[in-house]
Each structure stands twice: as C-alpha cells, then as structure tokens.
C-alpha cells in the first residue's frame, strides 16, 4: 500500500521536500498551503517532471485539510522564514499563530499521523505543536539537529578534506546560537575530535571557528538569500527522518523530541538523539557528555525554556 505524505507549507522547503519525495518514491504526496495556488502550481510542475525523473509518485496541491486525512507523515514548514538581521527568535510570535491553525488542521483530519515540524523557532514552536494538537509525544518531533549536524560534518570534512561521509556526530541542544556539537561523539575517520586535536590535526581556534560558523549556518544564508533562509539541507534532513519511520529504518537521529526524565529533563523538547521507526519516536539515547558538553546543553536547554516562557506570554493556551 503506497505511503502518503502531507507536506504543510509548499514554500521554499515544503516544494523541496515534495521534489525529494516523490524523486525517491518515497509516498504519494499532498502539498497544502494557504497561499491561493502555490501548492497547485508546485505539485502539477514537480508531477510533469516525472517524464523526464521516471518516478512513479501521485502529487497534489490543496488549500482543503480534508485532503491530508489518514497520512501516514505529515511535515510542517507553513511560517514565515528568516529577513537579514532577525533571529530565529524572532520568529515566535508570528509562528505561533501559524501553528496554532495547522494543529487544528491536523487535530481534526489526521489526528495518527507522524508529526515533523520544521517551523521556526523550532524547539518551541514544535512544543506548542504538540500542545495545541494534544497528538502523542511520541508522534511529534522537530527537524533541526539532523541540519546543524550536517553543517558541521560538512566544515570539518572542508577543513580536514576527509570526505564527509567518513564523519559522524551529533549536534544536540537547541535549534540557536547555543547548540551542542558533542566533540566525543564526533567521529572522523575513526578517530575522536579531541584525538584529532590532541594530534595537532585541527587547532582548538579552528575547532571554535568552525563550531560558531555551524551555529550561525541559517544566518550566512539568510544573508546571501536576503528574501528567505535554507531550503534545500533542511529539506533533506526532513526526509532523513520521514524515510526512517515509513521504512521502520531505527535510526538514530538527532531531533527535538519531548524528554519525560531523559537528561534530568521533563516537559522540554530539545535536541536529542534519538530512534525514530514505525512508531514515531521509538527511543531517545541517554549519551555520556563530558563537563562542557553537559554545560553547555544545560545552557541551550535554559534557552529554550527562556524562549516557551515568552511564548507561553504570548498565548496564555499554552500553559493548559
Ligand atoms: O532547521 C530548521 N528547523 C529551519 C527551519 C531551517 C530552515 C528554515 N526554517 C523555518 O522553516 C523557517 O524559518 C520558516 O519558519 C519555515 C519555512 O521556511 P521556508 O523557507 O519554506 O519559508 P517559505 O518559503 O516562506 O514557506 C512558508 C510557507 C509559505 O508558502 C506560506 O504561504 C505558508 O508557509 N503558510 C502557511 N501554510 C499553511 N497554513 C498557514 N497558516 C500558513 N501561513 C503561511
């Protein structure tokens, strides 16, 4: 039985996560958006490419919920993306309204879909999600630890020209300037980061350059695109996640998923790794972290509650 993914926001990402689907046949796809036609458009142009790309995928375009009823993964990018000079923070307010409308579409067409939202602020945006919608924690995960890793995995195969797919890490915490590359948890060629250093393969000042250039990776972008942010990682990295739980993959990911103990932490999504298979999120890892990284995550985790305060001041709904 084909899978069906709904695709909430047919914008810069929503059109790249449609492509990317339906070139790996993943699921038939539904692209919804509010704007008059945009989804339409987008579908019927990707849906004519399939002549020349070969796939085999149904893709629509809507501005009716009814038409993302019984999906089995639905991913949101419906918001307002980044201009020159914002934070992701700033964000918030507009987002929040946003996703308050999807919760409700989602709520009352397809209330057992796996939920990937994509919205920024990420990390508070997917917790008001997951408030509004009241959907299961388990089916309700942001995408953005997957993108910040791949940034980072990205310079340092640059840096050390050792190609990137001989490098793991994990990129945890928050989706801002506080995030967590895991230096014993990144691995090149074998080999740890802090062995890479202790080496002399990469200097502790170009480890920092590098650590900050990832964190301010959508601004450098957003910079140059000066009308809008990253499209085409994020969108990939939303695939990654879709693509583990429609084929059962187990992967471990990192994501901003809801800790209920992990970490010391209750009630917060935040940037974690993660199993993600055909029941959503099926584990998140409790990974050994050494004193700065256990440091810095308790800042990034402080950042995001700092942030749901404000959003909780901003819709009182958010503190049922
Ligand atoms: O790592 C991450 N999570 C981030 C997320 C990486 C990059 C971009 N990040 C955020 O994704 C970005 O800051 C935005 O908040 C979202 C979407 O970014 P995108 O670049 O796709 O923005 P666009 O091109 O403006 O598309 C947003 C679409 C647009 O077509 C609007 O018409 C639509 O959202 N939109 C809505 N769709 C449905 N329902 C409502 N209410 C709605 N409002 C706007």
Redesign the pocket.
């Given at each position: 039985m084909k899978k069906k993914i709904s695709l909430?926001?047919?914008?810069?990402?929503?059109?790249?996560l449609a492509h990317l689907i339906a070139l790996k046949e993943l699921a038939d796809v539904v692209l919804?958006?509010?704007?008059e036609g945009?989804?339409k458009g987008k579908a019927l142009d990707i849906a004519q490419s399939s002549g020349v790309s070969g796939f085999n995928s149904s893709i629509i375009g809507t501005?009716n919920y009814e038409d993302i009823k019984n999906s089995d993964v639905i991913i949101?990018?419906?918001?307002?993306?980044?201009k020159p000079g914002m934070s992701?923070d700033d964000?918030l307010g507009i987002?929040l309204?946003?996703?308050k409308?999807?919760a409700e579409?989602i709520k009352t067409n397809s209330p057992n879909s796996f939920v990937i939202?994509?919205?920024?602020?990420?990390d508070v945006?997917v917790m008001a999600l997951q408030k509004y919608s009241k959907l299961s924690t388990s089916n309700i995960v942001?995408?953005?630890g997957?993108?910040?890793t791949s940034r980072f995995k990205y310079f340092l195969s640059q840096e050390l020209k050792v190609p990137i797919n001989k490098i793991n890490s994990l990129v945890l915490g928050g989706?801002g300037d506080t995030m967590v590359p895991t230096f014993n948890h990144t691995i090149v060629d074998g080999k740890s980061l802090s062995q890479l250093v202790k080496d002399k393969k990469i200097s502790a000042e170009k480890l920092d350059t590098i650590i900050d250039r990832t964190r301010k990776g959508?601004a450098e972008?957003v910079k140059f695109l000066k009308t809008?942010?990253?499209?085409y990682?994020?969108?990939a990295?939303?695939v990654e996640m879709a693509e583990s739980y429609i084929k059962n993959l187990k992967k471990t990911l990192p994501c901003?998923a809801y800790l209920n103990g992990e970490y010391n932490i209750k009630g917060l999504y935040v940037g974690v790794p993660v199993v993600i298979g055909k029941n959503g999120v099926e584990k998140v890892l409790e990974i050994e972290l050494n004193e700065e990284e256990k440091n810095n995550f308790k800042i990034s985790v402080q950042a995001v509650e700092e942030l749901f305060e404000s959003a909780r001041k901003i819709d009182p709904d958010l503190s049922n």
């Open positions: 909430i926001g047919a914008g810069q990402i929503g059109g790249t919804f958006d509010v704007a945009l989804a501005n949101i990018t419906a918001g307002v993306p980044r992701r964000l987002n309204k946003i996703i409308q999807v579409g939202c994509i919205t920024n602020p990420l945006i942001g995408m953005a997957i993108l910040d989706h959508g972008i809008g942010s990253a499209f990682a994020p969108a990295s939303g901003a």
